[in-house]
């Protein structure tokens, strides 16, 4: 990994499912799930800065919300674990009991094992983010309260509810700034450098976490091109045809939605548009990303009709959009929106109804799609056939849909604790 520019920090934590009742159909802040991890983001970085040198040459930490829609998702997160210094995980009960946090623990840690650290804990800078359970593993809960310092309030509640209730701000702040130290020192006190990772994909958690209760269908109705990807009239590769074509190859969103799936702990299943796809659909959650250039002729047209007419409501389909279509593209999309309006049995929240009328850019694509699987999962919860661990968890049912009861506020400070 020569030539790569070293970083601080890589951030772990537990992705939160998005709730369609918080939609607002813009990807706006106040609508992301982990915003309090992505203010804790920009905190830490922010007290990174102030303690770095201004020659050590490394930038400050990585957040996966960085990712730019269109890049490769899981290389991106590849290459941060590979040029990180320090691995700071964020506590909380979804990151033991989901299996995607412990890859990249595993990931990380075989890295510093291939470096020569012994043992790769010692680069590890972990934040109790929400209180664990006893019957969770606490492996090096004893340095994350230790990092929060002596406040019992951070022991007993974790930093996140430090971070939003405003009577705690100085506490919260105390313990970046010792987050912050120690990312310093360990960075560049005795420097690791960026080093060849192992793809994530090959990697599993370290952790006893719940096996996934139901696995993800990510469906593609596209026009087979050359390598998979999606093919102009034209005869060009999409988003290499002409200017305001279809940004990104079909393939690639259909990455980025397995990703997101993968975040929210379901076991991911990629398929084309056949009668299999249909009886698979039926017993799982889904997408099912619709390119209108798959409907161009007769016979793909009616069997597409019939296939979107037995979708049940956690079964989502999703039209991508070419913002500038010539005449024929326009026309196409036309009827695959009628087909989809009249089919009905899709869930009918802002956001499903946002797929069905189509997104036109990575950006709106990106914005959306966390929520249209959370919102799939829950649909299955609610009419679908259910299947539970048996493994004991604070975020049963295992679907991705409901917030565990791990967010209660705790009680403000008395007058003396506001003091400590």
């Given amino acids: 990994m020569t030539g ?171 313990v970046v700034d010792r987050v912050a130290r120690r990312i310093v020192q360990l960075a560049e006190g005795v420097p690791v450098r960026p080093s060849q990772v192992r793809n994530i994909d090959e990697f599993s958690s370290p952790f006893p976490v719940e096996e996934a209760t139901a696995q993800f269908a990510i469906a593609t109705a596209a026009p087979a091109g050359q390598n998979g990807t999606v093919s102009r009239y034209d005869g060009h590769e999409a988003g290499r045809g002409k200017p305001g074509g279809m940004e990104l190859p079909l393939t690639e969103y259909a990455d980025y939605a397995a990703s997101v799936a993968e975040q929210l702990d379901f076991a991911v299943l990629r398929v084309g548009i056949d009668k299999k796809t249909g009886e698979l659909l039926a017993n799982n959650p889904g997408v099912i990303l619709i390119d209108p250039r798959y409907i161009a002729d007769e016979q793909r047209r009616t069997a597409f009709r019939s296939f979107v007419a037995g979708l049940k409501s956690w079964a989502l389909p999703l039209l991508i959009v070419d913002p500038s279509p010539d005449a024929r593209t326009a026309e196409l999309t036309h009827q695959v929106r009628a087909i989809l309006t009249a089919a009905g049995g899709n869930a009918r929240t802002d956001p499903a109804l946002q797929a069905v009328n189509g997104v036109s850019s990575p950006k709106d694509f990106s914005a959306l799609m966390p929520v249209l699987v959370a919102e799939a999962g829950r649909q299955y919860l609610r009419h679908g056939q259910i299947y539970r661990s048996a493994a004991p968890s604070a975020s049963q049912p295992r679907l991705a849909g409901h917030p565990p009861a791990d967010q209660a506020l705790i009680p403000l400070p008395s007058e003396e604790e506001k003091d400590v």
């Fill in 4 to 174: 790569q520019q070293g970083r601080y920090f890589f951030l772990s934590y537990a992705h939160s499912p998005p709730l369609a009742s918080g939609w607002t159909g813009t990807g706006s802040a106040s609508s992301d799930p982990d915003r309090w991890v992505r203010q804790f983001f920009l905190d830490l970085s922010e007290s990174v800065r102030e303690h770095a040198s201004p020659r050590s040459g490394l930038a400050p930490g990585f957040f996966d919300h960085e990712i730019s829609p269109g890049l490769d998702w899981k290389t991106s997160i590849t290459e941060a674990l590979g040029t990180a210094e320090v691995f700071v995980p964020l506590y909380s009960p979804r990151y033991f009991a989901w299996s995607w946090p412990g890859r990249e623990w595993a990931c990380f840690s075989d890295r510093m094992i291939s470096s020569g650290i012994e043992v790769p804990f010692t680069r590890f800078a972990p934040v109790l983010w929400i209180p664990l359970p006893s019957h969770q593993p606490r492996d090096g809960l004893a340095d994350a309260l230790e990092l929060g310092g002596a406040a019992p309030f951070y022991a007993e509640n974790g930093l996140q509810t430090l971070l939003r209730i405003a009577s705690y701000r100085k506490h919260y702040e105390r």
